[in-house]
């Protein structure tokens, strides 16, 4: 049975990629630096180094024809939600990927919760216990669940717990984090994605 949300609605309400990036934009626009706290401004400068990262991926990514397939594939209607917020740096390394995968076919509709809006969603969606973003959930069409994926790679989950296990905090974690993503351009997450879609197939022979 689909969960109250779906019933509701509230997933295909959200926000489409455009509308989330142009709502950011405009936010940080509307913004006068001077005018916010420490903490505030953090986030501010977050957010448009957030920005300047997918755009960075929007322009460069291609999705490999191995994934293209799987993808346009697809003949039932999905839908894809994403839990996230704009001053996620795990959430701008790998939504512009994600959005690249959705765009490959119409019968796939991505939307955008924010976290902080939603947090009776999100607490159906925990990653041990925490509201780790960003957070992929597929439907279909009827409500029913198709996948998870999120926060990030296997690969970068494993190189956040050697950091922490070598006593490396913030800022120092998040720089060699960021570094990790610029030099793997994605590739982790389209491999997870194509193991994502293979279990899906095999599961419908």
Partial sequence: MANQFFIERRIHNGMTYKEYTESILNEIKNTIPDS???????????????????????????????????????????IWMVLTEGWC????QNLPYIVKYAELNSNIDLRILLRDSNPDIMDLYL??????????????????ELFQWGPRPDEAKKLINKLKKEGIVKP???EKLHLWYGRDRGKEIEAEFLKIFNNLLKRDL
């Fill in 127 to 144: 990653t041990n216990g925490t509201k780790s973003i960003p957070k992929i959930v597929a439907f279909d069409k009827s409500g029913n």
């Fill in 89 to 92: 740096g795990d959430s701008a």
């Fill in 172 to 174: 120092e974690l998040y």
């Fill in 36 to 78: 916010l706290n420490n903490e505030q401004k953090e986030i501010y400068d977050y957010k448009k180094l957030n920005l300047q990262r997918s755009g960075r991926i929007e322009k460069t990514y291609t999705v490999s024809e191995e994934l293209k397939k799987f993808i346009k594939n697809i003949k039932d209607k999905q």
